[in-house]
Structures are given as C-alpha cells and as structure tokens.
C-alpha cells in the first residue's frame, strides 16, 4: 500500500537528505565546524529526516503500526520549533562577526565554559539585559511543550479506548485547543520579533558602513538578506500551526481528515504545502548563508567590538548620512 502520505513524506525525505548530505560534508572538510551555528541547523534536519521516514513508513504500513503517525507528529512538530532557534543562532553568529559582540547575546559569558556549562549559560535567565535570548530559549521551550500537551490531549479525546464522557470530551478539547493555540502565538510572536531583530540589524549594519566611511550596502549584508527572506516562510509556517490548532479540518486528531489508509489526499496536500514546504525552504535559506559568509571578517578579542550601533546618537547618525 503506497499513500500520498508516503509519497509527500518521501520528496522531502529526499531534499532533507540532499541538505544532510552538504552539511555532512561541510563538517567532513572541516569548512564548518562543530561548535557552530550550522549544528543546530544539522538538529533540524536530522529531527524532520526522522520525521518524513516515519511518514513514509506510515504510509505503507498504515494502521497495523499507529505509533509510526505518532511519531511523525511529534517530530514534526519540532521543526518549526529548531528554525526559529536556527535563525536567532545565525543573525548571533553574524553580529559576533561583524559588530564584535551580539547585543541578542554577549559572547564573554562563555569564557572557559565547557559543553555542558555552555549549554546552562545560553538557557540561563539570569542577567536578561545582556542575554535576551536566553529568555527567548526559555518562551520556546514553553510554546513547544504547550503544543505537546496539547496535542497528548487531544490524542486522548479521539481514542477508541477513551471512556470520557461527551461534557468530558468537550472540556479537554477546548483546553488542549487553548493549549495548541497559546503555544503557536507564542511561536509566531517570537519570530515576529526575530524579524524586527533583523531589520533592526540590517539599520545597524547601515549606520555602520557610514561611519567607516565604507560603500552602503543596497539593502543588506547578503547574509541579512537571506535571514530576511526566512520570515515569509516561517511567518507561513506559524499562521498555519493556528490554524492547525483552531481549525477542525486542519487537526491532525480530528478523525475526518483520516480515510481508509491514513490522512486524506486534501490533508496532506495542506499539510505538505503550508508546514513541510515552508520548513524545508527555510532550512535551504539558512545553509546557503554559508556562501554568503566566507568572506566574513573574523570574531575580534572579547571587549574589542568593532562597532556598536548604540554609541551612535540620533545626530551622530544624521550627520553621517549626510557627508
């Protein structure tokens, strides 16, 4: 039995691999290192490799094994999580780059770190001024575990097994619809905000070549360019994450989006489109930075920025405009 399931799973099983594949050699020339940017983007791809092979497997089995279709939700449910992070990690590493010195994060609180205490830096939330994105680590972790239980919640309601009664059944499917939808806003406002970030950057990054008397780019770094082109994608991709948790047709528990072997044509064709199409596209954006970046100066000594757009005030910045 082969459904369009597995053949949507498939197509991007294959351009998921192609992406694997670059990365994996990235790493294997040493282009790319492990302790950098590109390793969370390889954790995306890995979590939606994973994802599509149990949609594929789904897709031929069908129901004598329904943990495989569990298992592609959950998965898949992390990658838009792991973009957005993707993005904040890479517009970081440019700032660290070109400004000395990320005002998302501040690159000496990792000084003589290991891994593992590296790791509880960037979660920690103590002193959010120097490190908003540990926050931002944090209002992520909280959006995908709102979407978990949510979606457990509602994987209980549709059970054959479930004895709740209608009332019962109700009240937990506008909780886990709350739920869903709480965490999906979250995701969302999180990369409306990212955005801003970028465009807030792309100013700086302005501001900056003026004042070293340098050519003013046209728009933006071609790096920023490609981070700004993320956003309608993943914008995309968040607006159909509510949809999936408001809409009845689009919940992937709701028993009438299911035919004989698994989802529907019509589902998958949304499905594929909106969520997986959009990721993907995302993650390609994300990777080509790497052609963009080779010339990028390297990272200063901690405490020497070689800019910061706020010593600039508003006149400073006018006047330079203007020579």
Excluded at 74 to 100: D, I, K, M, P
Excluded at 167 to 192: D, H, Y
Excluded at 222 to 244: K, M
Excluded at 248 to 256: E, H, P, R, S
Aim: charged share 15%; hydrophobic share 45%.
């Amino acid at each position: 039995m082969w459904t369009s399931l597995a053949s949507a799973s498939l197509v991007f099983l294959i351009l998921y691999a192609i992406v694997f594949a670059v990365l994996t050699a990235l790493y294997a020339t040493g282009r790319i290192k492990v302790r950098s940017r590109y390793s969370v983007l390889y954790f995306h791809v890995i979590i939606r490799l994973a994802s599509q092979g149990c949609g594929v497997a789904f897709g031929n089995i069908g129901y004598d094994n329904v943990n495989l279709l569990v298992a592609y939700f959950v998965l898949g449910a992390e990658g838009y999580f792991t973009l957005v992070l993707c993005t904040a990690r890479f517009l970081v590493s440019w700032h660290n780059h070109h400004f000395g010195d990320s005002w998302l994060e501040a690159r000496g609180r990792f000084d003589g770190m290991n891994i593992a205490q590296r790791m509880g830096a960037i979660f920690s939330l103590t002193n959010t001024r120097k490190n908003p994105l540990g926050t931002v680590h944090w209002l992520l972790i909280a959006a995908n575990a709102l979407i978990i239980a949510g979606g457990s919640s509602t994987s209980a309601v549709y059970s054959p097994d479930s004895d709740l009664t209608p009332s019962e059944k109700q009240s937990r499917l506008t909780t886990a619809k709350a739920l869903r939808a709480t965490g999906q806003v979250i995701f969302f406002i999180l990369n409306v905000v990212l955005f801003l970030c970028i465009l807030y950057t792309i100013k700086q990054a302005r501001a900056k070549a003026r004042t070293e008397n340098k050519r003013v780019p046209i728009f933006a770094h071609p790096t920023l360019l490609l981070l700004y082109c993320t956003f309608p994608f993943l914008c995309a991709r968040g607006i159909f994450g509510i949809c999936q948790a408001l809409i009845a047709d689009l919940n992937y528990f709701n028993t009438n989006v299911y035919d004989a072997n698994g989802l529907s044509t019509h589902f998958v064709i949304i499905e594929a489109i909106l969520a997986t199409m959009d990721e993907w596209v995302s993650c390609a954006i994300l990777l080509a930075t790497f052609y963009t970046s080779r010339n990028d100066p390297p990272k200063p000594e901690i405490g020497k920025q070689a800019f910061s757009a706020k010593s600039l005030t508003d006149e400073e910045a006018t006047g330079v405009s203007e020579k």
